[in-house]
């Protein structure tokens, strides 16, 4: 019954962010950025296209979580919508868990729509959606985490370069060592594995790993990101 | 010299708070991570692409362009948060008011870009300028980081919707690139935004035409919103002063 209602709050929370974010310009935006890559594609020669193409999907549609949930958290605190959380029935992981699955979607439409009607060959779509699944999850978690410990926007950018550099210096790794399976212990590298075996394929194995890297990951920020939601954003004094 | 004591202030402001300070010293860090960037990935890109141009007028033109994008939306989002603040409407019942406000706010930005383009174009060192040229060019890119700075005055009603102008601004920077893209439409669209100009006068300095059209797509786009920043009227406000 719990679990029935719990299920019923989220649903009707994420038709409201969802709402939100396509008033506020955010499906417009990635369906305009989507045709610019596609035209910037379109460019390329086509092997260089077939490497650019997953390096776009990682380092843009995939992480556009991160980039977007400073302000949306920040302009609900302003609000006051998320003080309110202390007192509706609506619980801070129904509360996180609907902006996650809002920012995963546009994600997830994005990269489709870039790689339906990019020229590439074969893709694995089931790897391709479970990867940039998992991608956005961790990015727009990161950003949660950011977020709260943010006074206001410009702190939230600056905050949001170390971890950029922690997260996506070590992906360049992958050029020397392709098939090194220990780097897919790495969430970011997982990532990147991920997407890009997407386009070029993957082992079983690999693909195993970093989506189980990935799911920890997630799952441990989540508890962390609720923490800091709650001691930061709903009670605390920021 | 009244403009020239609120900047010491507004600077004073800036400095007093770490983030903010670290937000305006990135763009001479962007100089140096460019050149890095340049130097030890340009003959890896090389060995898979044969660019039918030479990439360095284009590498150097979106380097210098990252400093007024970068100033210009810090600036945005700090005139954003006195927006939200109605700090706005405070400086409306002073001497001050709307006007000097936003003056303030655009000569800051703009003397630090004219600084930071030619601290940046030393820096990578790529294309060889003369100094009339670079002249121009670093005041045409103080203006469009003016320009900047006012579009989030003008049209960001909250800073959702600043993020959003935020990304839609990233993808003017490709116009940049635009003589590497062969569809001709593309080229009809790249002539509207300063990006492409400021380019054409670093790949081609010495066209007279470049010259005059740069400056005037520049100061149309200033211009346009500059008159829309005074008047800018928010809601329950006073009005203009």
Redesign the interface.
């Known amino acids: 019954m719990n679990d029935r209602q719990s299920l019923i709050r989220i649903r009707k929370a994420l038709f409201s962010d969802m709402v939100f974010q396509f008033k506020q310009g955010f499906y417009f935006i990635y369906l305009l950025i989507s045709f610019i890559y596609l035209l910037i594609l379109g460019q390329l020669p086509p092997e260089f296209a077939d490497i650019a193409l997953p390096i776009i999907v990682f380092s843009d549609p995939s992480v556009l979580g991160l980039f977007f949930i400073g302000g949306i958290l920040m302009l609900e605190k302003d609000q006051g919508i998320i003080q309110t959380l202390s007192v509706t029935p609506l619980k801070t992981n129904e509360y996180l868990i609907s902006k996650l699955i809002s920012l995963c979607f546009i994600s997830i439409l994005a990269v489709l729509l870039i790689t339906v009607l990019s020229d590439v060959g074969s893709v694995n779509y089931m790897v391709l959606i479970v990867g940039v699944t998992l991608t956005s999850a961790f990015f727009t978690l990161i950003g949660i985490m950011i977020t709260t410990k943010s006074r206001h926007l410009n702190a939230f950018f600056v905050k949001m370069i170390p971890w950029m550099i922690i997260l996506v210096l070590p992906c360049v790794l992958l050029v020397f060592f392709p098939n090194e399976w220990v780097l897919s212990t790495y969430p970011s590298i997982a990532s990147l594995k991920l997407v890009y075996g997407a386009y070029h394929g993957i082992s079983y194995t690999e693909a195993f790993v970093s989506v189980t890297v990935l799911i920890i990951s997630n799952l441990l920020l989540f508890k962390k990101a609720i923490i800091m939601f709650e001691k930061h954003m709903i009670y605390g004094g920021l | 010299m009244n403009f020239l004591r609120i900047m010491v202030s507004d600077l004073k402001m800036i400095m007093r708070d770490p983030?903010?300070a670290?937000?305006f010293f990135v763009p001479l860090m962007i100089g140096i991570i460019f050149k890095l960037l340049i130097h030890f990935l340009l003959p890896f890109a090389l060995e898979?692409?044969d660019f039918s141009l030479p990439l360095e007028p284009y590498l150097l033109s979106m380097t210098l362009l990252m400093t007024p994008y970068m100033l210009g939306v810090?600036m945005g989002?700090?005139m954003?948060?006195d927006k939200?603040g109605n700090i706005i409407d405070l400086v409306l019942v002073t001497p001050y008011g709307r006007r000097g406000y936003l003056l303030n706010r655009i000569l800051f930005i703009s003397i630090f870009t004219f600084l930071y383009s030619w601290i940046n174009y030393l820096i990578l060192n790529l294309v060889d300028l003369n100094i009339l040229s670079l002249l121009y060019i670093s005041i045409l890119l103080s203006v469009f980081a003016a320009s900047i700075g006012l579009l989030f005055f003008r049209i960001a009603s909250?800073?959702?919707?600043?993020?959003?102008y935020a990304?839609?601004l990233n993808?003017v920077i490709?116009f940049v690139f635009a003589d590497?893209?062969?569809?001709e439409w593309?080229l009809y669209v790249a002539v509207l935004f300063p990006t492409f100009w400021i380019t054409k006068l670093i790949t081609d300095p010495d066209v007279v035409a470049n010259n005059i059209f740069s400056g005037i797509v520049v100061l149309v786009w200033f211009f346009i919103l500059y008159i829309n920043g005074i008047g800018y009227k928010k809601r329950g406000s006073y009005g203009n002063h």
């Open positions: 983030i903010m670290l937000l898979f692409v810090v989002f700090m954003l948060d939200d909250d800073k959702i919707i600043g993020l959003t990304k839609i993808l490709i590497f893209i062969k569809a593309f």
